[in-house]
């Protein structure tokens, strides 16, 4: 299966500064954040954000980078032997139930995140770029399972596009609605498409 790796081209301080990033967007959201709120949550001085970004946006375009590298390597991490059950862990971890803490946390930063695409043509790009990287990875698990015979023969490309998009469905009525559906359905729809056998 593919994998993403970030740490052989990011030096420590710029991991440093992502960590941090991350953590003070967590706190204030896209429109409050500014690099002073960075540098609160970062152990060396503000200088040093600049040194390594132009500005905050240059900041938060590498921390997409880094946390889709994170969330997959995560992933490689855990998969087993079993594609079947890789499977099962991708759907986990794209759609996790229950929706709380750390995985809501990561899921709100990535749509809070996503919403700049709209107006600035510098996320929207990024936001393509990090959407066809889940895919060609999602597809790269998909593709292991079909040729290992343990799924149904599904073209892996159409599959994973598919699967992206109802997690990225989810996602925005999990964090925009009230509603509690929105998960088990699109874990529902994505064990349809992949006709995953029972446990």
């Not at 023969?153 to 596009?161: L, N, S």
């Not at 509603?179 to 994505?190: K, M, N, P, V, Y």
Request: net charge negative.
């Amino acid at each position: 299966m593919e994998a993403i790796r970030g740490e052989e081209r990011r030096s420590g301080t710029e991991t440093a500064i992502l960590e941090a990033t991350y953590s003070a967007l967590r706190q204030y959201g896209y429109t409050e954040l500014s690099t002073q709120d960075i540098a609160d949550n970062f152990e060396k001085s503000k200088s040093a954000i600049y040194y390594h970004y132009d500005s905050k946006d240059d900041v938060l375009l590498s921390l997409l980078d880094y946390v889709v590298e994170t969330f997959f390597e995560e992933l490689e991490a855990e998969s087993g032997a079993d594609p079947v059950e890789n499977l099962r862990l991708l759907v986990d971890r794209l759609v996790p139930v229950p929706f709380a803490g750390d995985d809501r946390d990561l899921h709100a930063v990535m749509f809070e995140l996503r919403s700049e695409a709209l107006t600035n043509p510098d996320y929207r790009a990024k936001f393509t770029e990090v959407d066809r990287t889940v895919c060609r990875i999602v597809e790269s698990y998909v593709r292991a399972a079909v040729e290992g015979d343990d799924l149904a023969d599904v073209d892996p490309e159409a599959t994973a596009r598919r699967i992206q998009q109802h997690a990225v469905s989810a996602q925005t009525a999990r964090l925009t609605t009230e509603d509690g559906w929105a998960g088990d359905t699109a874990r529902e729809a994505i064990s349809d498409l992949l006709d995953l056998p029972e446990r």
